[in-house]
T-cell receptor, first 111, second 114 residues
């Protein structure tokens, strides 16, 4: 559903730091999870996904962790760069239903 | 190719005017197609999705409608726009499942109803 607030939660980090963006999902039946990055004025871009039979998946500078017990998903960005500044969305899904997107977190990276 | 074409990029329309946003996709045939709306500073709200020509599922009751006249064409319409229809409209596709595969998004249309 829609977010309840007008402002997205924001994470501010310094360039070079590691960033961790968290997401709580709602449906225990969800078996597929994605992280998207959305830059201002653009459509969301796929970053990384993970299926429920995994706890961790790594990409280039990014790692997704899945904790099914507490229904929690996180995105870790190593050595954060100014170009990583964007809004990050998690999404959950299952084959029988469409993806459900989280509210989003704004990441601000200072040089 | 997962190319998604959306136009126009920006649109300003008066209240009560009609709307037609078009989305065309390239790549594999019979994609699942989606229309999302994103209000300023908010998440993505699914409006419609389609699993095939002429097949439209509506997620949220409103004064918008969608049509899929061709396999790779998805159109979002309104007969009379409301101020509350302002937002960022995104077309997306997925090629295998509804919720078990990634969706690819177009660049969006920024609609302002005045």
């Amino acid at each position: 559903g829609e977010s309840v607030g007008l402002h997205l939660p924001t994470l501010s980090v310094q360039e070079g730091d590691n960033s961790i963006i968290n997401c709580a999902y709602s449906n225990s039946a969800s078996d597929y999870f994605i992280w998207y990055k959305q830059e201002s004025g653009k459509g969301p871009q796929f970053i990384i996904d993970i299926r429920s039979n995994m706890d961790k998946r790594q990409g280039q500078r990014v790692t997704v962790l899945l904790n099914k017990t507490v229904k929690h998903l996180s995105l870790q960005i190593a050595a954060t760069q100014p170009g990583d500044s964007a809004v990050y969305f998690c999404a959950e899904g299952a084959g029988y239903s469409t993806l459900t997107f989280g509210k989003g977190t704004m990441l601000l990276v200072s040089p | 190719s997962q190319t998604i074409h959306q136009w126009p990029a920006t649109l300003v329309q008066p209240v009560g005017s009609p709307l037609s946003l078009e989305c065309t996709v390239e790549g594999t045939s019979n994609p699942n197609l989606y229309w999302y709306r994103q209000a300023a500073g908010r998440g993505l709200q699914l409006l419609f999705y389609s699993v095939g020509i002429g097949q439209i599922s509506s997620e949220v009751p409103q004064n918008l409608s969608a049509s899929r006249p061709q396999d790779r064409q998805f159109i979002l319409s309104s007969k009379k726009l409301l101020l509350s229809d302002s937002g960022f409209y995104l077309c997306a596709r997925s090629d295998r499942g509804l919720g078990n595969t990634e969706a690819f998004f177009g660049q969006g249309t920024r609609l302002t109803v005045v």
